[in-house]
């Protein structure tokens, strides 16, 4: 198992079971906090360069451009780190102050186009990246329009395939670009026809409708006046579902302090979701739930009393509602 290169460890993470009380289903989290980065968007980045070069967009000593909130520029920082790329990261201050360092760690440089203003700026990100590729020859990566993106997934659900077959009746997933879902879940579907997919998003994101408002959960969701980019597949998706912050982060908090396993913020709205699901489904129903990332970048968000409070998030019937769901 001696590898030459660090994206070399790319994939092969662990199904992890819930144990769910009153239910004939079966939860399964894919933990996707185990590749490098401690994130599925490794898996996305690393396939939309791999692309990019075989088209010939990228020579030696390349520059590569995106617009992001933190985990696809850890992907994207760690293979430019590797591969001999210069790497530019538009962000915003939606981004995590964690993932922000770990690119500069991999020696990305950060341009913040917010300022002093707070949430998301994901409009400007884009048109910046856009501008700062035209202008200097680089190459934008793009990811909520590039089908490298989802593609990139396509392991993932041979992953998942050959572990269990045939026997997965629900994939739930977070939705932002919309790769790890759709590109999961559109390889899945043509081995199981009849796999349910579900979307799950934050409250105050416009992807499945609704009004559109401030949200506190990163790297997922897309904030009103934002393109929602041909990623996204809607054919793919059977239905929309929406979480608020409170129940997703509160979902992760629970399943640290009682199961001893830290998950991402976004995370814990799809395992909140599904484990609603497994009260209604069939008996001996298999639930997959996508989960990008760990909670080590959140320990000064999520994690946090004081952030917690601060932001008006504590929500105690949603604790003794996973204690009901949860054994």
């Known amino acids: 198992m001696i590898k030459t290169r660090i994206s070399d460890l790319v994939g092969r993470t662990p199904l992890l079971r819930l144990h769910t009380a009153e239910s004939g289903a079966t939860v399964l989290l894919k933990l996707e906090q185990f590749?490098?980065?401690?994130?599925a968007k490794i898996r996305m980045a690393r396939n939309m360069v791999d692309e990019a070069e075989a088209a010939g967009l990228l020579a030696p000593g390349g520059w590569l451009v995106e617009s992001t909130s933190g985990n696809t520029?850890?992907?994207l920082a760690l293979i430019a780190a590797e591969r001999g790329y210069k790497f530019t990261a538009v962000v915003d201050n939606h981004s995590s102050a964690d993932k922000l360092r770990g690119m500069r760690a991999y020696g990305a440089d950060i341009l913040n186009?917010?300022?002093d203003e707070d949430g998301l700026a994901t409009a400007e990100r884009d048109t910046t990246a856009e501008r700062l590729a035209a202008e200097h020859g680089a190459y934008w990566t793009a990811q909520h329009r590039n089908q490298g993106n989802p593609n990139g997934y396509r392991p993932l659900a041979r992953e998942l395939h050959d572990d269990l077959g045939d026997d997965i009746q629900y994939l739930y997933g977070a939705v932002g670009t919309g790769g790890s879902l759709c590109g999961t879940g559109r390889?899945?579907?043509e081995r199981i026809p009849d796999l349910?997919?579900?979307g799950v998003e934050p409250e105050g994101s416009v992807l499945f409708g609704g009004q559109g408002a401030p949200y506190h959960q990163s790297g997922?969701?897309?904030p009103e006046g934002s393109e929602i980019g041909p990623v996204v597949d809607y054919e793919v998706i059977d239905r929309g579902l929406k979480?608020?912050?409170a129940e997703a982060f509160e979902t992760c908090r629970y399943l640290a302090r009682n199961f001893g396993l830290l998950i991402g913020g976004s995370a814990g709205g799809v395992v909140y979701k599904a484990l609603e699901q497994a009260q209604n489904a069939a008996p001996g129903s298999t639930i997959v739930v996508l989960v990008c990332d760990g909670g080590d970048k959140y320990l000064h968000t999520v994690f946090d009393d004081d952030w917690m409070a601060a932001h008006g998030l504590f929500d105690g019937q949603v604790v003794h509602r996973l204690a009901?769901?949860?054994r």
Do not use: M, Q, W
Request: charged content about 10%; aromatic content about 4%; cysteine-free.
């Open 35 to 39: 590749n490098p980065t401690g994130t």
């Open 73 to 75: 520029g850890l992907g």
């Open 113 to 115: 186009v917010a300022g």
């Open 187 to 189: 390889f899945l579907r």
């Open 196 to 198: 349910k997919i579900i």
């Open 220 to 222: 997922t969701g897309t």
């Open 243 to 245: 979480v608020s912050d």
């Open 324 to 326: 009901a769901l949860l």
